[in-house]
């Protein structure tokens, strides 16, 4: 740190002259006015009589609810059952209980509008359901003599729950009826056929071919021998058939 450097300012303007003040009487002052005298003021003499009417008038009760008076009429009360709040779904009831855990972010003005769009289809989805179960209700106290039997069906139990022996058994007996499940039969055409067909087919072909070419009636007349052994093999895809 650097320090200051005080310098004398000048004095660039002279002092004022001051002429000493003549003495003599037109220049004596007058002596000042001294302090008034207070006098105590006198109060009105009031009556005896209006103080104790005073008194009786702003005398406190005895008890701490001696002028209290409570009817039985004011001692009944009803209370106010509060609606639930619409379902949320579960995804949007993850949402909001991770929203209450963390701290509150700075939303931005597009994430204010979503959520407020999804409170309103919220209350508009809430509003039909109520509107739908009314017009049900209705409906089914509008049926004659049977009348509305929804409240003893949502109250029953249901038959799998108390027969589950039963269902077990249908389920068996289903299974014979359907009987032994059949494979699906294989694509004839070569395009259609899978790597490990391809292969198989290509094996069969070869050894086919090999007991055709050992046959010794191929020497001689290979067109003869040729047809016999087609004809053998149409004989066994028949019978596999």
């Known amino acids: 740190m650097v320090g200051k450097i ?10 004022a002259v001051r002429v000493q003040a003549e003495t003599g009487p037109g220049n004596r002052l007058e002596k000042a006015p001294g302090p008034a005298e207070i006098k105590p003021l006198i109060k009105p003499q009031t009556q005896p009589q ?8 702003f005398s406190f009760p005895k008890g701490i609810f001696a002028g209290t008076k409570i009817t039985p009429e004011a001692l009944v009360q009803t209370l106010k059952v509060e609606e639930p709040s619409p379902v949320l779904p579960t995804k949007q009831a993850g949402e909001v209980q991770k929203a209450g855990k963390e701290e509150k972010k700075q939303q931005s003005k597009k994430e204010k509008i979503k959520e407020r769009r999804q409170r309103w289809l919220n209350k508009i989805s809430s509003i039909k359901v109520a509107r739908e179960e009314q017009v049900a209700l209705e409906r089914r106290k509008a049926t004659p003599v049977v009348g509305d039997m929804r409240v003893l069906a949502d109250a029953l139990p249901e038959l799998t729950q108390l027969l589950p022996t039963i269902r077990s058994a249908s389920n068996t007996s289903a299974r014979r ?18 790597p490990a067909q391809k292969r198989k087919l290509l094996e069969t072909e070869a050894s086919r071919f090999s007991e055709a070419m050992k046959d010794p009636t191929f020497k001689s007349n290979p067109l003869s021998a040729i047809g016999e052994h087609l004809r053998k093999r149409l004989r066994q895809e028949d019978e596999q058939s």
Do not use: I
């Open 6 to 15: 005080k310098r004398v300012r000048q004095k660039l303007h002279h002092g």
């Open 50 to 57: 209006t103080q104790v009417q005073d008194l009786k008038a």
């Open 177 to 194: 009826q359907k009987g032994p499940v059949r494979k699906k039969s294989e694509p004839t055409d070569y395009s259609q056929m899978k």
